[in-house]
């Protein structure tokens, strides 16, 4: 039997200096790549490990060809894709419709080639908030720029005032992967921190939860060769013990199933 722990790949969030906001002087003044403490502590939650994995930027004193990520896949178990900065519309064939909404390219480029690599080797990707909207424009779906924008008679899905505090309904869907992890469960509270969503599902794509207010797809699964599922909540935010609040550790442990089983 092979006690050692999993070993779980995380995407780097990427700070670029100049960013509104933050002080420029010191640290500020480098591009910096990080993991995001949350995140670390639920796949800890599982006796995981998790590894994050650097990107090249332009200020990097090593080239894409210097970085191959299909080591990290043959290395690790599985990849958790973080939130983070939104999705640049150019990704999926479009403009930004306003400055703000310019996302992050570099970023999208990045870890398009990571779960390239990693669905290649067979190897799990479980995606948060911006990480579901990324592998539903990888698998080619398109998303909306923002919510309230593009869909006003949407309910709000961020407030940032309370940022992780504010929370919604969704309802887990009959005949999916998510439906058979929590038998019996068909309505949960989540917490709700994004303000894109899918617009076209990706092809071979599965709607495992929604919105009941407006129908804004919460889940979905890859229905091809290897385990890709990503929701639009953020896991890691769970709180304990709230008996209101959706219980995240089944399907933290069937992502890490997945990648035990292909360890084996």
């Given amino acids: 039997m092979n006690d050692k722990p999993l070993l779980i790949g995380v995407s780097a969030r990427i700070y670029t200096p100049g960013t509104a906001g933050i002080n420029v002087s010191g640290v500020w003044t480098k591009t910096l790549h990080y993991l995001e403490q949350s995140v670390a502590h ?5 006796r995981a490990v998790a590894v994050m994995i650097p990107a090249v930027t332009a200020d990097s004193i090593v080239t894409r060809s210097d970085l191959n990520l299909h080591h990290y896949a043959a290395a690790l178990d ?29 970023r999208d480029r990045y870890e398009i080639e990571l779960v390239d690599a990693f669905v290649k080797a067979s190897k799990p990707v479980f995606g948060i908030c911006r990480g579901l909207q990324l592998l539903n424009v990888m698998f080619g779906g398109s998303l ?39 038998p019996g469960l068909r309505r949960a509270t ?18 495992e939860a929604r919105c009941p207010d407006d129908g804004i797809i919460e889940a979905v699964r890859w229905q091809g060769p290897s385990y890709v599922a990503a929701v639009q909540w953020h896991p890691e935010f769970h ?12 399907m933290l442990q069937d992502f890490l199933n997945a990648a035990q089983a292909d360890r084996r």
């Fill in 42 to 46: 639920w796949l800890l939650s599982g």
């Fill in 78 to 106: 599985g990849l958790v894709l973080q939130g983070g900065n939104d999705v640049a519309p150019e990704s999926y064939g479009e403009t930004p419709l306003a400055p703000e909404w310019a996302g992050d390219r570099v």
């Fill in 144 to 182: 909306l720029q923002d919510i309230a924008a593009q869909r006003p008679a949407s309910r709000p899905h961020r407030d940032g005032s309370i940022y992780e505090r504010h929370f919604h309904a969704v309802e887990v869907l009959p005949e999916t992967r998510l439906a058979e992890l929590y």
């Fill in 190 to 207: 989540v917490n709700s921190i994004h303000h894109q969503a899918i617009k076209d599902l990706a092809p071979d794509f599965k709607p």
């Fill in 239 to 250: 709180i304990p013990g709230d008996p209101d609040n959706f219980d995240d550790a089944p």
